[in-house]
């Protein structure tokens, strides 16, 4: 199982969340980057968020594969007895069952790349941000093609829209000293942040683990 790394650089797109989660229905968040910036795990520690203050939570990842069905990312939330309701019905009894669910507290619902959600797991979302039967906290893509469900959460005022952005080279300085548990020497941390310009995932799979075991 791969180390989880540490959070660097990123208090204020969690303050921000933290204001989200503490305002009344409708609300929510979308997490807005590119490709391996971070917005996983600034997603994950949205849910962590959340349950330190008591709330129930619930995650779900889109793909490529679960985008061929329909609610192919959400089907562990869908009721069990859903056979023939058209879809008004069915977001009106899985919204219902979230509410049920999370109890008296509202649920906070991660969707990880939602721009691979078929159309009816988008309106699905759209549904219970609207109806204030979730918190969703949702990632996407820039660049990529997104459902026009999951586009109106933030065009419609239901959700807040953060961009995530590459990490400075301070902040990747420290995330990397913090991994190594070791300073980094100027040049070899020169290379790194050229080869990742910021990009967490970059520099995840990199060379970094055989630096570490040649302790620069």
Not at 55 to 79: E, I, R, V, Y
């Amino acid at each position: 199982m791969p180390p989880i790394w540490p959070l660097v650089g990123r208090l204020e797109e969690l303050e921000l969340i933290e204001h989200a989660i503490g305002r009344p229905s409708p609300a929510g968040v979308v997490l807005a980057g590119e490709a391996g910036v971070g917005k996983t795990r600034l997603a994950q520690e949205a849910l962590d968020l959340a349950r330190s203050r008591g709330l129930p939570t619930a995650w779900a990842a889109a793909t490529h594969a679960s985008a061929s069905l329909p609610f192919g990312a959400l089907t562990h939330l869908l009721p069990e007895d859903v056979r023939g309701l058209g879809r008004p019905a069915l977001l009106r009894r899985v919204a219902s069952g979230l509410v049920t669910r999370a109890g008296d507290h509202r649920l906070v619902l991660g969707i990880d790349d939602a721009h691979l959600l078929d159309e009816a797991s988008a309106a699905l979302v759209h549904h219970v941000a609207a109806t204030g039967a979730a918190f969703p906290v949702v990632s996407v893509r820039t660049g990529e093609e997104t459902a026009d469900a999951i586009v109106a959460l933030w065009k419609n005022g239901l959700a807040e829209r953060i961009e995530v952005h590459p990490l400075s080279r301070d902040e990747v300085e420290s995330l990397v000293e913090s991994v190594l548990q070791a300073p980094v020497e100027g040049p070899a941390l020169h290379r790194l942040w050229e080869a990742s310009a910021g990009n967490a995932c970059s520099f995840a799979s990199s060379s970094l683990a055989g630096w570490r075991r040649t302790r620069w």
